[in-house]
């Protein structure tokens, strides 16, 4: 049903004709998100459309190219000085929105900022959670400490916004919100925002990086996915994100149209919850008595899930092709992504089998949840696996609802188990071991998103070595042996990696970007 509506914006779309390329001065970009922008403060939560906001107003230390590749940001370059301790060598002359000159003291101030921001949801205290002390040498000089040897340190600051110590020292994130404390260093300006309908920009004349190509930058929250494209067809937005996998042979026809993909550092995956609350859906036997522990702590029992599960044919017949199916968490010839490992199988009879050895030979009933408003076909992926679970038995309702209830709910454990995603622009396979499967430890800034409670101290130790280490070759090495531990104990469920895909009106170009965020500096007018 939900197809045939996404046919039919397409198709009424095209009933008032081509799209309008003159709608408005080629100075002004509007962008339809597929999912809401929760906050404007760029520490509160780490989402991609939060942080599609927060990095089009605010810069960070090091940014990212469109492959994931580390690029010079506000720092000029970055070094170890010795195991435990990183300098950073900041451009001069930089200046906040506001006229005032941004220094080294900034920076040390949003690090500490980002992990004591009241009631945050999570993403960004991890990243920062192993800085010991930070020493402003110069305005342009900042040298970190840190507990232990942090490779990965660069990278994990590629995340973080920096933010005015002038401004945010003593802003809170209703500050940010209500753009008071908006004041960047960033390609644009805050100038207004609506809360889960548009935030609203102008260009910084004096960006650092280059004058802006759009003088105005809308970012529209259009989650329905058959009106973001019935409103690029009629005119009304330039370039969306995540059309329709039903619509793009279409899209690709329609010569007013461009599209814009790249394989994404996304995995979508199940996870078990080991810990349920009292306030989770109950599994239960068939008679509805409820089944404690939880069956989905038994080794034999998520092999049987994993098992008769058919990830080829979630991504070729629910995603129509914009996913890969895998059984790991990075995308093939990343840093530390194991390429002897292939699909797991998908043999629905030994899965049946296996639950008969658990303990379970009729099987369980048990509820599987999603957000229904994140990640594209999120609900029908949820209702493939459900399906194919109750073929060898296991009784399985869905329960769909909006993100910002899920990850409430996920963040308490009030799930039995949960389909979700987590991006990994990192591109190695420390980031999702540390905030997915490492126990939970606020000291060390581990599991921030292990809502799941999974807890393997022999997995932690093993992933601790790994993420400290600063020889790349032996790093990666400790990182393989970590995935393959935690893939056989089969401590979450891999299904597939995103492709993100981007479409576009004609005369709109745009550099697709394997951490799936939807950047204006992307996006540039070309000959019609």
Same mark, same amino acid.
């Given at each position: ?62 940014? +990212? ?12 370059? *970055? ?6 301790? *990183? ?32 009631? =945050? ?30 490779? =990965?340190?660069? =990278?994990?600051?590629?995340?973080? &916004? ?79 994100? &995540? ?106 009879? +030994? ?37 194919? *679970? ?60 292990? *809502?799941?409670r999974y807890s393997n101290p022999s997995l932690d130790a093993l992933s601790a ?46 550099? &697709? ?16």
């Amino acid at each position: 049903m939900m197809r045939l509506l996404l046919s039919c914006a397409i198709g009424c779309a095209a009933l008032l004709g081509p799209a309008r390329t003159q709608a408005q001065t080629p100075q002004a970009l509007r962008i339809g998100m597929s999912s809401p922008v929760s906050t404007l403060d760029p520490h509160f939560y780490s989402t991609s459309p939060n942080n599609t906001a927060a990095f089009s107003i605010f810069d960070r230390l090091v940014h +990212r190219g469109a492959d994931g590749r580390l690029q010079p940001g506000l720092a000029l370059s *970055w070094a170890p000085v010795s195991e435990t301790e *990183w300098e950073f060598r900041l451009r001069p002359d930089v200046r906040w929105h506001d006229g005032q000159p941004f220094t080294a003291a900034d920076v040390a101030f949003s690090l500490q900022r980002a992990r004591n921001v009241p009631n =945050s949801l999570g993403g960004f205290e991890n990243l920062v959670r192993p800085i010991q002390d930070m020493q402003v040498v110069s305005p342009t000089v900042l040298r970190v400490t840190t507990a232990g040897a942090v490779p =990965s340190l660069p =990278s994990d600051l590629s995340f973080i &916004a920096i933010v005015s110590e002038h401004v945010g020292k003593g802003a809170s994130t209703a500050d940010y919100n209500s753009g008071k404390a908006m004041v960047g260093t960033g390609p644009f300006r805050f100038t207004s925002y609506a809360s889960g309908d548009r935030l609203v920009l102008a260009r910084n004349e004096a960006w650092w990086g280059g004058r802006p190509e759009w003088e105005q930058v809308t970012l529209r929250m259009v989650s329905n996915i058959g009106a973001r494209t019935a409103s690029l067809l009629a005119g009304d937005l330039d370039i969306i994100e &995540a059309p329709s996998a039903a619509d793009l042979p279409r899209l690709r026809q329609e010569s007013q149209i461009g599209i814009f993909a790249v394989p994404g550092s996304r995995v979508g995956y199940i996870n078990p919850i080991y810990a349920p609350a009292a306030e989770a859906p109950r599994i239960t036997d068939s008679s509805g008595k409820p089944i404690e522990p939880t069956p989905l702590r038994l080794l034999k029992v998520r092999q049987a899930l994993s098992m008769a599960i058919n990830r080829p044919a979630i991504t070729e017949r629910v995603m129509m092709g914009t996913g890969s199916a895998t059984g790991q968490w990075l995308p093939p010839g990343s840093f530390s992504a194991l390429p002897e490992l292939g699909l797991p199988a998908y043999d629905p009879v +030994r899965a049946k089998a296996l639950l008969a050895e658990a303990g379970f030979p009729d099987g369980f009933r048990m509820t599987l949840s999603t957000a229904n408003d994140r990640t594209p076909y999120a609900a029908e992926i949820t209702q493939a696996v459900a399906q194919m *679970w109750m073929r060898i038995g296991v009784q399985t309702a869905v329960e769909a609802v909006p993100f910002s209830v899920y990850s409430a709910r996920g963040a308490r454990q009030q799930f039995s188990a949960y389909f979700g995603s987590l991006n990994n622009p990192s591109m190695e396979a420390g980031l999702l071991l540390r905030n997915l499967l490492m126990t939970v430890d606020a000291t060390k800034g581990t599991g921030t998103y292990n *809502w799941s409670r999974y807890s393997n101290p022999s997995l932690d130790a093993l992933s601790a070595r790994a993420i400290s280490t600063l020889d790349d070759t032996r790093r990666e090495q400790l990182l393989r042996q970590a995935a393959h531990q935690a893939l056989d104990d089969v401590a979450f469920i891999p299904l597939y990696q995103f492709q993100n895909i981007w479409a576009a009106r004609k005369g709109i170009g745009f550099e &697709a970007r394997a951490d799936e965020l939807t950047l204006a500096t992307g996006a540039h007018a070309t000959p019609q």
